[in-house]
């Protein structure tokens, strides 16, 4: 059975750190693309950003540059580590595994990981920016 579990959530003041934990469990994730989603309050679930397989890592602009996204093999976990955040960064985040890798990915220039795309998600973990 396919589990994954975010944690390292929380409330933080604008310019501040969380780092974001997704564990898997009877799935390798090292073998799979695997992307970290969020949605704000009253929006659609976007992806901000994915790795593949291969390591390749990818960016939604609006996070680019305070967002970094790395993998421990040994303890097959995906991290998400976010500096300067910022109110609009608020809500859940959830992490999930790509049906193929192609679904992370930049197209046209553009940040490409839709959620249709991912099959296996986590429950999420909240995220509160705010002063």
């Known amino acids: 059975q396919v589990q994954l579990v975010e944690s390292g959530g929380g409330l933080v003041r604008p310019g501040g750190s969380l780092r974001l934990s997704c564990a898997g469990s009877?799935?390798?994730?090292?073998?799979?693309?695997i992307g970290w989603f969020r949605q704000a309050p009253g929006k659609e679930r976007e992806g901000v950003s994915c790795?593949?397989?291969?390591?390749?890592?990818y960016y939604a602009d609006s996070v680019k540059g305070r967002f970094t996204i790395s993998r421990d093999n040994a303890k097959n976990a995906v991290f998400l580590q976010m500096n300067s955040l910022k109110p609009g960064d608020t809500g859940p985040y959830y992490c999930?595994?790509?049906?193929?890798?192609?679904?992370?990915?930049?197209?046209?220039?553009?940040?490409?990981?839709?959620?249709?795309?991912?099959?296996?998600w986590g429950q999420g973990t909240q995220v509160t920016v705010s002063s």
């Open positions: 999930a595994r790509a049906v193929v890798d192609i679904s992370c990915s930049v197209v046209s220039g553009t940040y490409y990981s839709p959620p249709i795309e991912y099959d296996y």
């Open positions: 790795m593949r397989s291969d390591g390749s890592t």
């Open positions: 009877g799935i390798t994730l090292d073998r799979y693309a």
